[in-house]
C-alpha cells in the first residue's frame, strides 16, 4: 500500500505557474505509474497527465499539452506537475494517485489516491 501527499496548490494569476508535488510513502513507489487528476466544482474528476514507472512514457490531456510537465523522481519518492501558463479552466482541486504497472488514463484504474490540493487561477 502507498500513501500520497499532495502540495504546492495555492492562489494564481491567469498566465502565471505553479508546481505540484505528490510525496508517496514506502519503498516500492518506482513500481508505480502515477497519475493527476483534477476535479472542478460540480464536475466530474478529469484526467490531467501521467508517468510511467521508469519515467520514460508520459501522457497528457489535449487541454493541458504544452503547458504541463509531468516528472518524477524515484530516488525521493516524489512525483511533480510543473504547471505553465495558467488559465481559469484550470481551476479545481488536484489529485495524484497511484497504480501499479502500465499507466492508464481513467481515475477508476487507479488505487491510491492523495487529498488533492486546491488550485485557483484568477482572471
Known amino acids: 500500500q502507498v500513501q500520497l501527499v499532495e502540495s504546492g496548490g495555492g492562489l494564481v494569476q491567469a498566465g502565471g505557474s505553479l508546481r505540484l508535488s505528490c510525496a508517496a510513502s514506502g519503498r516500492t513507489f518506482s513500481t508505480y505509474a502515477m497519475g493527476w487528476f483534477r476535479q472542478a466544482p460540480g464536475k466530474e474528476r478529469d484526467f490531467v497527465s501521467a508517468i510511467s514507472s521508469n519515467g520514460r512514457t508520459r501522457y497528457y490531456a489535449d487541454s493541458v499539452k504544452g503547458r504541463f510537465t509531468i516528472s518524477r523522481d524515484n530516488a525521493k519518492n516524489t512525483v511533480y506537475l510543473q504547471m505553465n501558463s495558467l488559465e481559469p479552466e484550470d481551476t479545481g482541486v488536484y489529485y495524484c494517485?497511484?497504480?501499479?504497472?502500465?499507466?492508464?488514463?481513467?481515475?477508476?484504474?487507479?488505487?491510491?489516491w492523495g487529498q488533492g490540493t486546491q488550485v485557483t487561477v484568477s482572471s
Open positions: 494517485a497511484a497504480r501499479v504497472a502500465f499507466l492508464r488514463t481513467t481515475p477508476k484504474e487507479y488505487d491510491y
